[in-house]
């Protein structure tokens, strides 16, 4: 049985840090490419970092590059998001998921995806 479980999340004063935890069960944990993503409502989900099965890769998105930081521990299953200098635009629920991405050219590009139920991340300003 596939899990996903978010934690860590809060309220935290403008410029403050948070650290996301994402833990992970029930699939083969290093041939998934994990990634957190915030929602706000009105508003698409929106890709907030990645990381590669085997650590190596990392991507963030512009809004956060140098401020946030993906890491993950195949020993233990798990995934954070450490988040620093927050700003109140950080604001919104954040989301741990894992996707089974395919190498370049392979179609489809994944075969399955799992998602948690969330964490909520409030900056007040």
């Known amino acids: 049985q596939v899990e996903i479980v978010e934690s860590g999340g809060g309220l935290v004063q403008l410029g403050g840090s948070l650290r996301l935890s994402c833990a992970a069960s029930g699939f083969a944990f290093t041939k998934y490419t994990m990634r957190w993503y915030r929602e706000v409502p009105g508003k698409e989900r929106e890709e907030v970092a990645g990381?590669?099965?085997?650590?190596?890769?990392?991507n963030y998105a512009d809004s956060v590059l140098g401020r946030f930081t993906i890491s993950r521990n195949n020993a233990e299953n798990t995934v954070d998001l450490q988040m620093n200098t927050l700003r109140p635009d950080d604001t919104g629920m954040y989301y741990c998921?894992?996707?089974?991405?395919?190498?370049?050219?392979?179609?489809?590009?994944?075969?399955?995806?799992?998602w948690g139920r969330g964490t909520q991340v409030t900056v007040s300003s």
């Open positions: 998921n894992a996707r089974d991405d395919q190498p370049e050219g392979v179609y489809p590009r994944y075969k399955w995806t799992f």
């Open positions: 990381i590669s099965g085997s650590g190596d890769t990392t």
